[in-house]
C-alpha cells in the first residue's frame, strides 16, 4: 500500500507559517520529485517550502524564527560575530534552509547536522578540543555523512592548495593514478580521500577502501 498523500489547502497553519498556495514541485538530481508549497510567515514575509518538511514540522518559519534564536544564543555564548559562530551558521543553512544555494548539496541529499551541534556551544567546545585555527575550514570526512564529531575535521585550506589533487598521484593495488581519478572510480569526494590521507593519516590502501565508520 502507497503512502498517503498529504493534503494541505490555504489558510492552513503550520507553526508560523500559513499556506497560500501549491508552487512547482522540486525535481531531486535523481529526478524524483517534490511537491513545495508557498507560505506567509507571521512576520510578513512569503517563502516556498517543501511541504514534507513543513507538513512535519522541520521548517517552522521563513527563518526569523532561527535568527531570533541566534539573537538569543548571542546574550548566552557572546560569540555570534565569531568566524567560529559564522562557521556553525553556514554549517546549518546548507543543511537546512532551502533559500541557501548550496541546499541541493547538502540538504536535499539527506545531510544533517547532528542533535549535539543544534546548539553553538557544544560545537565550539568540540572545535576548540579538536584543532580548531583561523585559517582551517570544516570538512567532512565522509562526504554522504552528516556534520557530527565523529565525520568532521578541521583542514587547512592553504594546505590544500599546496597538495592541490591535480598534481597529487596516488598508487593502489598495481595501479597509479591522480587522486581526483580515484575520486571519481570511487564516487566520492576528492577532499574526503586527501582528508583521509593528509589530517587522520590514513594509509592510501584504507583512504580508497574503506567508509569512515569501518576504519578501527
Known sequence: MGKRKIEVK????????????????????NGKLSRRINCKCDCGNEVTVLLNSLYHGKVKSCGCLQKEKTTEAHYKHGASKTRLHNI?????????????????????RGIKVCDEWQEFVPFRDWAMNNGYKKDLTIERINVNGSYCPENCCWISSSEQMRNRTDRAWYTYNGKTQLLVDWAKDLDTDVRTLWA???????????ALTLGRYERK
Open 10 to 29: 490555504p489558510g492552513d497553519r503550520f507553526n508560523r507559517l500559513v499556506v497560500i498556495s501549491e508552487a512547482e514541485s522540486h525535481r531531486h538530481p
Open 88 to 108: 556553525w551558521t553556514k554549517m546549518h543553512e546548507r543543511c537546512e534552509k532551502e533559500y541557501c544555494k548550496q541546499y541541493k548539496y547538502y540538504g536535499a
Open 196 to 206: 583521509r590521507i593528509h589530517v587522520l593519516g590514513w594509509s592510501v590502501e584504507d
